[in-house]
């Protein structure tokens, strides 16, 4: 009971201290130093369901934060298995790459039980990628959808190269429409990863696009303000989570 009791204070504190970093960086100050903590548990209900959607993306910077500097949370990860046996409380459902150098988890420095995670080259969205976000914000509760591009990506320049194999072939087709809708000047080739960025952050507006067109349900609770839909791209050099609102 005790141990329940320091980790809620812990979470509670770091979330505070997210948000008044958030202040100080609106402000121009510099940022708030924040004291590596102890996730002993994973999300309880009453400290999900207290969160607004803005604090879990200042959660997230803290994170990403902490991950950058080499810092994380000591997490303890079979006290977080145990915990969450009886139920599941995550504050977010996201919606990353496959690339195997932008594991959102890690970068993000989450726990088990924190966040829903959906996986996918080139992080489109689809009718089951849709449903398993329905549940996971109407069903299950999560307070934000974070739809999580990166830099150099494969999927991306495949696309922009016309790369054909398979099942692939189709997938790829899903990113083309960023490639049209991005405006560059430059080279317009896979081989200019400057380009190959800028079509993946077009991507991740499309995919956010798509996800209000094609899910009624998250749109309408997004038009309540019960959840957030929000974009973001991983940059592999550095290790910043960019986060933007579309």
Same mark, same amino acid.
């Given at each position: $009971? ?44 009453? =400290?999900?369901?207290? $969160? ?25 990860? &079979? ?25 959102? =988890?890690? !970068? &993000? ?61 189709? &997938? ?10 991005? =405006?560059?000047?430059? =080279? ?7 380009? !190959?960025?800028? !079509? ?17 349900? &998250? ?10 839909? !929000?974009?973001? $791209? ?13």
């Amino acid at each position: $009971m005790e141990q329940n009791q320091s980790t809620q204070l812990s979470r509670r504190t770091i979330l505070k201290q997210a948000l008044a970093a958030s202040a100080l960086s609106i402000t121009g100050l510099a940022a708030l130093s924040v004291p590596s903590i102890s996730f002993a548990a994973s999300f309880s209900k009453e =400290e999900r369901d207290g $969160m607004t959607p803005q604090a879990v993306i200042e959660h997230f910077k803290q994170g990403n934060l902490r991950f950058r500097e080499n810092r994380p949370a000591k997490h303890d990860y &079979l006290a977080q298995k145990r915990s969450s046996i009886a139920g599941q409380y995550p504050a977010a459902v996201i919606l990353s790459c496959i690339d195997s150098r932008a594991p959102a =988890e890690i !970068v &993000l420095d989450t726990g088990i039980g924190e966040t829903f995670n959906s996986r996918i080259a080139g992080n489109i969205s689809n009718r089951d990628i849709l449903g398993s976000m329905e549940f996971a914000c109407a069903f299950a509760g999560a307070k934000l959808v974070l739809v999580m591009g990166h830099t150099r990506c494969g999927a991306i320049r495949g696309a922009i190269d016309n790369a054909e194999l398979g099942n692939l072939t189709g &997938l790829l087709d899903e990113v083309k429409p960023a490639i049209e809708k991005t =405006e560059y000047s430059g =080279e317009r080739k896979g081989s200019n990863y400057d380009f !190959v960025d800028a !079509v993946a952050r077009k991507n991740v507006e499309l995919t956010i696009d798509n996800i209000r067109k094609n899910s009624p349900v &998250l749109k309408n609770l997004e038009d309540q303000q019960k959840i957030k839909i !929000v974009g973001s $791209m991983y940059h592999l050099a550095g290790g910043k989570v960019e986060f933007f609102e579309v």
